[in-house]
């Protein structure tokens, strides 16, 4: 027999499994491990740039979630260009989603840059796109799935210019967090009221 208790027991099992999977369970990253991620990436002959980058990011990890934040512009022509940004994306997204990670926004771009300070080259953009990464550990683990790939190879093949830095948030309006709970507590309430 169904019980209120049972139908909100439900509710909050389903929505610690979310938990455990949108939040995740380990931690910032150790020493070693940054140590372990860095000699992979330099297996990989990225640029001495890019693996300082890496490491600071890494190495100052603070166990949160955190956003990239991505400025793209699609060579000519455009539309075969974006065939393969989405072909590119696919693949990408599929990775990126087992490990909680997720587009938060997505937008076309509708006029040159309003405001322009001390960025000549900055300019033309096609689109800007917000993803959400769980942590720099998940993050690690898809760029080294990326880098070098045929999918990778989409992307850089699809686009004149791109700009992305990682970005944590001071202000966040609706996570999926507060909306998983949300729709959880409402789908309980109106079972509730059905069944009594």
């Known amino acids: 027999m169904i019980t209120a208790t049972g139908i ?3 509710a909050a099992l389903i929505y610690a499994l979310f938990w455990v999977w949108y939040v995740g369970l380990k931690g910032k990253l150790s020493e070693t491990e940054v140590e372990q991620y860095m000699q992979r990436f330099e297996a990989l002959g990225l640029s001495a740039d890019k693996l300082g980058n890496l490491h600071q990011f890494l190495a100052k990890d603070d166990g949160r979630e955190w956003f990239m934040i991505n400025l793209l512009e699609l060579k000519s022509p455009k539309r075969e ?3 393969l940004l989405q072909s590119y994306s696919k ?3 599929a990775g990126m989603f087992k490990r ?3 587009p938060f926004f997505v937008a076309n771009a509708k006029a040159k840059n309003i405001e322009n300070l001390n960025c000549e080259h900055a300019d033309n953009w096609t689109s800007a796109a917000i993803v959400r990464y769980r942590s720099r550990r998940d993050c690690a683990e898809t760029l080294l799935d990326t880098f070098g790939s045929d999918h990778h190879n989409d992307k850089l093949a699809s686009l004149e210019k791109t700009f992305a830095f990682p970005a944590t948030t001071n202000l966040l309006m609706g996570s999926p967090r507060v909306l ?3 729709v959880l507590a409402l789908v309980a309430f109106f079972i509730q009221i059905l069944l009594f």
Do not use: I, L, P
């Open 91 to 93: 693949t990408f997204m």
């Open 180 to 182: 998983v709970a949300m």
């Open 100 to 102: 909680a990670g997720h």
């Open 81 to 83: 260009s974006a065939k």
């Open 8 to 10: 909100w027991g439900a």
